[in-house]
């Protein structure tokens, strides 16, 4: 389950009644739609002034469907896994092409803000990209019958932030590993581009060889 304080109630468009949010996520107009949405209920919420830029959604949108689909036929592996794999590449993809940038009105920070609204001032974007790939992934796992996510201490702790916003400036693919982090995974710090190394993904395919080499049953 999500934190309370750290979350997006999404109301998720759909053109032809109620469609699954793991499908439509992967079409750029339902994709867009999305993202416009959560961003308008986020500066409400937090009090900022966050603005899209469409050409720079649409790069992020198109790189990371070119990655989850270089690796979606790991999927099957361990669908939980793969599915927080899936919103790691979406949160790198995101930091990596910036399509939103702060106004100038910022969140509330100082000694009297709870912990979201400190992490708000700290970096407003970094925490609209991480609350949109947790909401979505919350909910894909939820339209496929598996545990929903449960953030770690970590996720709002400002000094974690400040470390996962130094790190990604650097490496953007290093959000893969902070999102596992946050969410209370194991992250793969020196790989995180491939979903094959994940240590769940990594167990399913060395059970699956075993299988393959066992003697056929008489």
């Known amino acids: 389950m ?29 994709f867009s739609r999305t ?4 961003l308008g209920q986020f500066n409400t919420r937090y009090g900022v002034e966050l603005h899209l830029t ?16 270089a690796q979606r036929a790991l999927a099957d592996r361990d669908r939980r896994d793969f599915s927080h794999f899936a919103a790691g ?10 399509p939103v940038a702060a106004g100038a009105a910022k969140g509330q920070g100082g000694a009297d803000a709870r912990p979201e609204e400190a992490l708000v001032a700290f970096w407003p974007e970094g925490v609209f990209y991480f609350e949109f790939c947790i909401t979505v992934l919350d909910k894909v796992l939820a339209e496929q019958d598996l545990e929903g996510i449960h953030l770690s201490a970590g996720a709002l702790e400002l000094r ?12 953007p693919d290093l959000a893969i590993p902070f999102l596992d982090l946050f969410l209370g995974g194991d992250p793969n710090w020196d790989f995180p581009r491939a979903a094959r190394f994940r240590s769940a993904l990594k167990g399913r395919m060395l059970d699956w060889d075993k299988r393959l080499d066992a003697p056929p049953s008489r």
């Open 160 to 171: 974690s932030w400040a470390s996962f916003r130094e790190n990604v400036a650097s490496d």
């Open 54 to 69: 469409q050409r720079s959604l649409t790069r992020a949108f198109l790189e990371w469907m070119r990655r989850f689909d």
């Open 35 to 38: 993202v416009e949405l959560a």
């Open 2 to 30: 999500i934190d309370p304080g750290l979350t997006l109630s999404l109301d998720t468009p759909a053109a032809d009644g109620r469609q699954a949010l793991r499908r439509s996520i992967r079409r750029l107009g339902d």
């Open 89 to 98: 590449i979406l949160l790198s993809s995101l930091i990596r092409n910036r």
